[in-house]
């Protein structure tokens, strides 16, 4: 059974996983922060880089969610919704209730992986497209965010704080969390068979189900996933804001999806790696910082940051024709 599905996920794996795009990608980095260090003085600096590093965190474990998704051949629009969603359930579960701190944040992930396994479910069930059932349910999220909080940010205080406090050179608790997320689930997509499932599925969903395997539950499984760290991006939301905003996390989708992008996921499914992920994170992120550096105008980084998305659609369809070619 396995000998049926791993040739391809090796195949396709090891395009996205060899050290040549990892060098690709640091490169990139790397000639981002020398251009910014040369435009303004202050970019280069030790506390520039631990304020994007503390800044990042629910970037990074969504980002996570988002590859595994893309990679299954799906997409999640409705991360940032239940971002929201979660915390105002923790809001209210510690103002309302008067519940600890672990078990309301338990109740926020609780919540939020829900919300994945019903967009999940929904889309496999009837194989609807996960683009437009992940829609709905960011209306629902988002509607339900609003109605937990009576459209008001709610405010918490500091009980979550300790997760965005730095506490060793300057990075916080939030920040390790999130990079062990990233470590944990690298190895589960390069070292496991369900990682090798994920990929396979996307790569060819019939030849995955002609060798006996059944794809449904390992895609609604990856769904719940993006929920469960979409509670815990909200979480560390929380703690940097230290109360619960219905509108968090509009627009959130837009730059989880940039930075899994750039990071060379493809969108058709099938490739991808959540290494060259962190960096897509990385890079996005120094790309904001050093615009708003520089004094660049809202409308003047909509615009950058648009092309870069664009350029890494490009280029990843040039990559998958050439894959095609080849094989």
């Given at each position: 059974m396995n000998t049926t599905v791993t040739p391809a996920v090796t195949k396709r794996s090891s395009s996205v996983s060899g050290l040549g795009t990892y060098l690709g990608l640091?490169?990139?980095?790397?000639?981002?922060?020398?251009?910014?260090?040369?435009?303004?003085?202050?970019?280069?600096?030790y506390n520039t880089f631990t304020m994007l590093?503390?800044?990042?965190?629910?970037?990074?474990?969504?980002?996570?969610?988002?590859?595994?998704?893309?990679?299954?051949?799906?997409?999640?629009?409705?991360v940032g919704s239940v971002v929201a969603l979660a915390a105002s359930v923790v809001s209210v579960a510690t103002l309302n209730w008067g519940w600890g701190i672990f078990p309301s944040a338990a109740l926020g992930m609780l919540c939020a992986a829900l919300a994945g396994t019903v967009t999940g479910t929904v889309t496999?069930?009837?194989?609807?497209?996960?683009f437009i059932v992940s829609l709905g349910v960011l209306e629902m999220a988002r509607g339900l965010a609003y109605q937990l909080t009576d459209?008001?940010?709610?405010?918490?205080?500091?009980?979550?704080?300790?997760?965005?406090?730095?506490?060793?050179?300057?990075i916080s608790p939030s920040f390790i969390l999130a990079l062990l997320v990233i470590v944990i689930a690298h190895a589960l997509l390069t070292r496991s068979v369900f990682g090798r499932y994920l990929v396979a599925i996307g790569t060819n969903e019939e030849a995955v189900r002609l060798a006996g395997i059944n794809p449904k539950p390992y895609k609604v499984l990856v769904f719940a996933l993006m929920g469960l760290l979409a509670?815990?991006?909200?979480?560390?939301?929380?703690?940097?804001?230290?109360?619960?905003?219905?509108?968090?996390?509009?627009?959130?989708?837009?730059?989880v999806i940039a930075a899994v992008v750039i990071g060379g996921t493809s969108l058709m499914g099938g490739r991808g790696s959540?290494?060259?992920?962190?960096?897509?994170?990385?890079?996005?992120?120094?790309?904001?910082?050093?615009?708003a550096q520089i004094g660049a105008s809202e409308p003047t980084k909509r615009i950058i940051t648009g092309a870069v998305i664009v350029v890494a659609v490009v280029l990843d369809t040039y990559r998958s024709h050439r894959a095609k070619r080849r094989g």
């Open positions: 640091a490169g990139a980095l790397l000639a981002m922060i020398v251009l910014f260090s040369a435009m303004s003085s202050h970019f280069l600096s590093a503390n800044q990042i965190p629910d970037l990074m474990v969504l980002s996570v969610g988002m590859t595994l998704i893309l990679i299954i051949g799906g997409i999640d629009l409705s496999v069930a009837w194989r609807i497209p996960s459209s008001r940010t709610a405010y918490i205080g500091d009980v979550y704080g300790w997760l965005s406090t730095p506490f060793a050179f300057g509670g815990l991006a909200a979480l560390f939301q929380v703690s940097r804001l230290e109360a619960a905003d219905p509108n968090a996390g509009a627009g959130l989708e837009l730059q959540v290494i060259s992920t962190f960096f897509g994170v990385l890079i996005i992120s120094v790309l904001a910082a050093g615009l």
